[in-house]
C-alpha cells in the first residue's frame, strides 16, 4: 500500500495526507479535517478577546487598568485595521483618549500588529471589579493625649485669655468618646 493513494482522500483536499489522523474502520476525526482553518479563526475571534481580557493590566498598565476595562474587540482586514472599545471611569476619558496610540502600540505589541488601529471609548459610572487596588487601611486613632497633660502642652503661650480657651477647648475634645466608625 505504499505507493497508493486514497481515493476517497486525495493529498490536495482537506484531511488528506497531512495532520488529520485516520482512526479505526478508515474513518479520519472530523476536528482533524478543520484543525488548521479553526486555529486561526479561533486565534482571530474568541481567544483574543480573552487574552485581551486576561492580560489587560500588563498590557495597558497599572495605572490605565485601573480605570478602564476592555469590552470588545472588533478586527477587520486591510488597512482599517481592529477596533477596541474600551469602557472608562466617567471623568477619566480624556485622559485615556490622549493615552489611546500609546496603549494601540501596547495592544498591538502584545496581540500581534495591526490588531488595533483605533479605541473606541465608553463611558462607564461605577468602578470595575477587581481592576483597581484595595482601598487603603484606615489610618491609626491618633494616641490620646491625657487631659492632666494639656496645661503642660499649653503653658508656653503668653496670653492668658487665648491660654484658656486652648485649655477649655482641649479639654472638650479629650473627654468625648472616639467615635472611628
Known amino acids: ?42 486565534a482571530r475571534r474568541g481567544y483574543l478577546e480573552a487574552r485581551l481580557a486576561a492580560l489587560w493590566p500588563e498590557i495597558a498598565g497599572p495605572e490605565i487598568a485601573r480605570v478602564t476595562r476592555p469590552v470588545k474587540l472588533t478586527l477587520a482586514r486591510g488597512p482599517a485595521g481592529g477596533a477596541l472599545s474600551l469602557a472608562v471611569l466617567g471623568a477619566l476619558a480624556p485622559q485615556v483618549q490622549m493615552m489611546a496610540p500609546a496603549i494601540i502600540e501596547r495592544v498591538n505589541a502584545a496581540l500581534g500588529p495591526g490588531t488595533v488601529r483605533r479605541i473606541t471609548l465608553t463611558q462607564s459610572p461605577r468602578a470595575f471589579a477587581g481592576a483597581a487596588a484595595p482601598p487603603p487601611a484606615p489610618p491609626a486613632p491618633p494616641a490620646r493625649v491625657p487631659v492632666e497633660a494639656v496645661p503642660e502642652e499649653i503653658s508656653s503661650i503668653g496670653d492668658d485669655d487665648l491660654r484658656r480657651a486652648l485649655e477649655t477647648l482641649a479639654r472638650n475634645v479629650l473627654s468625648r468618646k472616639p467615635d472611628f466608625s
Open 1 to 42: 500500500m505504499a505507493g497508493k493513494t486514497d481515493k476517497r482522500n486525495p493529498p490536495g483536499r482537506a484531511g488528506g495526507g497531512g495532520p488529520a489522523e485516520r482512526r479505526g474502520r478508515g474513518f479520519t476525526r472530523a476536528g482533524g479535517l478543520i484543525d488548521a482553518q479553526m486555529g486561526r479563526v479561533t
